[in-house]
T-cell receptor, first 114, second 116 residues
Framework: SQQGEEDPQALSIQEGENATMNCSYK?????LQWYRQNSGRGLVHLIL?????REKHSGRLRVTLDTSKKSSSLLITASRAADTASYFC??????????????FGSGTRLQVQP | DAGVTQSPTHLIKTRGQQVTLRCSPK?????VSWYQQALGQGPQFIFQ???????QRGNFPDRFSGHQFPNYSSELNVNALLLGDSALYLC???????????????FGPGTRLTVL
């Protein structure tokens, strides 16, 4: 399987509920980023958590990182219909020359029912 | 502050043809990365350009090539198109280097390529 695999593949919830998505990866990382994508359009950067951080918040988003388990989770609280989208985690491994390439998983498709 | 822009939005080609996609990075960014996203999948890294040279490459054949211009904009060229090249092609820009604040990649809206 790929670096940065999300779980579940699809999630359907009611508006107002919380949505939790998980991501697992295989190799050591410098940071892990979460992106959102609406209907096959461009990716929107949501939040970045570095390898020495354990938790980070941004508005209704909460991200955790457990480097010992090579996993991360994204929690969206009080979901809205507008949160309906695909969510991807991406791991960032920095080379010694400062070059970066993101490795994405297959994403979690979130449907928020109004 | 203009974000990452890509052109064209959509493109239809036939097998065997060649295609060129274009990307302008976010203002102030000097590094451009290209990704291919097949339907229902996550983006796959193609290559990255910095200082007008290809610096890093993913697992893509030589049919995929690129260029970066002095103004940091970039082109992705795909030769001898195959049906399997049909995908959303995403461009991302960033600043080179390990420093904090340089590790976020900003994506453009993508170019949807259909190969018939």
């Amino acid at each position: 399987s790929q670096q940065g695999e999300e779980d579940p593949q699809a999630l359907s919830i009611q508006e107002g509920e919380n949505a939790t998505m998980n991501c697992s990866y295989k190799t050591s990382i410098n940071n892990l980023q979460w992106y959102r994508q609406n209907s096959g359009r461009g990716l929107v950067h949501l939040i970045l958590i570095r390898s020495n951080e354990r938790e980070k918040h941004s508005g209704r988003l909460r991200v955790t990182l457990d480097t010992s388990k090579k996993s991360s989770s994204l929690l969206i609280t009080a979901s809205r219909a507008a949160d309906t989208a695909s969510y991807f985690c991406a791991t960032d491994s920095l080379s010694d020359t400062g070059r970066r390439a993101l490795t994405f998983g297959s994403g979690t498709r979130l449907q928020v029912q109004p | 502050d203009a974000g990452v822009t890509q052109s064209p939005t959509h493109l239809i080609k036939t097998r065997g043809q060649q295609v060129t996609l274009r990307c302008s990075p976010k203002s102030g960014h000097d590094t451009v990365s290209w990704y291919q996203q097949a339907l229902g999948q996550g983006p796959q890294f193609i290559f990255q350009y910095y200082e007008e040279e290809e610096r890093q490459r993913g697992n893509f054949p030589d049919r995929f090539s690129g260029h970066q211009f002095p103004n940091y904009s970039s082109e992705l060229n795909v030769n001898a198109l195959l049906l399997g090249d049909s995908a959303l092609y995403l461009c991302a820009s960033s600043l080179r280097g390990p420093d904090r604040g340089r590790d976020t990649q900003y994506f453009g809206p993508g170019t949807r390529l259909t190969v018939l």
